[in-house]
């Protein structure tokens, strides 16, 4: 990865070769919402690996939107060469629909996790509901913007998050459905996914609380609106896992394999983690990265594992008629 770093490092797609214009490569990687910005700037840095690296110029085409959105998508024939997602289940449903070959989640390192993230809140400058954790979430009169966790792989994470602070402190299940339903309750708009909650509760100032990744909080407080909102950090959250896999049925039918393995290799090099943590995403690798790991805070964090894994918090919780249907149908 020593010429990924050196690319990543400059960002510079070098110009057509000695004698005529490189060779074409395409690849289509299909992502969630939050991370526009940082493949906007990983994707540059990789076309000069790739270049360095093969002779041929490379165009990253990027597609986003809420995580359970996209994977269906690529189910439906988007022609996605590598996937990066929000929710391991979705990727999973890839799986099933036979475009991903089994255990995609070992192929690369931590999961398929190159870079994760949690759950926090995003309130207006002044903090004007006094919000400070998970239950002021749930008082009357407080406006929550969070997206739809039918098609928002983060969105499932907020109500993963939620649900597991409530079952934690009132040690049963039924506390913690009454929490989250009271929850919802409260929700002023279930927008399909992260970028578009932002919008609701940026652009069109609708609400007094977002629970939003981190990473996208701290966008939102450091450059969308600099000092105007303000990010509170609950007393625990979750460890929200952002996987990433090879689409291989699209890889083989493109010639793209060695091209697809590369670019999600690449998010591991520490350039590459470096980056994703400008970008406000934790990074997995941390040695050497001490300076952008003091920014985000200390939190207890438990894990999906704490909901028996991603297939059985995706069959309970958000398949047709699972508890986000039975909370949501009452709200």
């Known amino acids: 990865m020593k010429k990924f770093a050196l690319a990543l490092l400059s960002a510079v797609t070098l110009a057509a070769a000695v004698g005529g214009a490189r060779a074409q490569d395409k690849l289509l990687n299909v992502s969630y919402d939050p991370t526009r910005e940082f493949y906007a700037e990983y994707n540059k840095g990789f076309a000069g690996y790739w270049e360095n690296k093969t002779h041929r110029t490379v165009t990253v085409d990027q597609s986003h939107g809420g995580s359970g959105k996209q994977a269906r998508a690529v189910i439906d024939g988007n022609g996605a060469d590598v996937v990066t997602l929000s929710f391991p289940a979705d990727i999973d449903a890839i799986e099933k629909a036979g475009l991903i070959k089994p255990g995609w989640g070992k192929k690369f390192a931590f999961h398929a996790s190159p870079y994760t993230s949690t759950i926090v809140f995003v309130v207006r400058k002044g903090n004007p509901k006094g ?58 708009i279930l927008d399909s996914g992260a970028r578009g909650s932002t919008n609701s509760f940026v652009q069109r100032e609708q609400g007094d609380v977002f629970i939003s990744w981190e990473n996208e909080a701290y966008l939102i407080a450091n450059k969308l609106a600099p000092g105007k909102y303000e990010i509170i950090t609950p007393s625990t959250s979750i460890l929200a896992e952002a996987p990433v896999a090879v689409v291989d049925a699209n890889v083989d039918a493109h010639g793209t394999r060695e091209l697809a393995t590369d670019y999600l290799n690449g998010l591991y090099s520490k350039e590459a983690q470096s980056l994703a943590a400008k970008y406000y995403y934790r990074p997995r ?38 508890t986000f249907d039975q909370i949501f149908t009452k709200h």
């Open 285 to 322: 690798i941390t040695k050497g990265l001490s300076v952008e790991v003091k920014q985000f805070p200390k939190i207890p964090l438990f894990t999906i594992d704490y909901f028996g894994g991603w297939d059985k918090a995706q069959s309970t919780h958000f398949d047709d008629g699972g």
């Open 131 to 188: 919000i400070q954790d998970w239950p002021d979430l749930i008082k009357p009169g407080v406006g929550v913007i969070t997206p739809n966790p039918k098609t928002g792989g983060g969105a499932r994470w907020n109500y993963l998050a939620a649900w597991g602070f409530a079952q934690k402190k009132y040690k049963s299940e039924a506390a913690a459905k009454d929490f989250v339903t009271k929850l919802y309750q409260n929700v002023v």
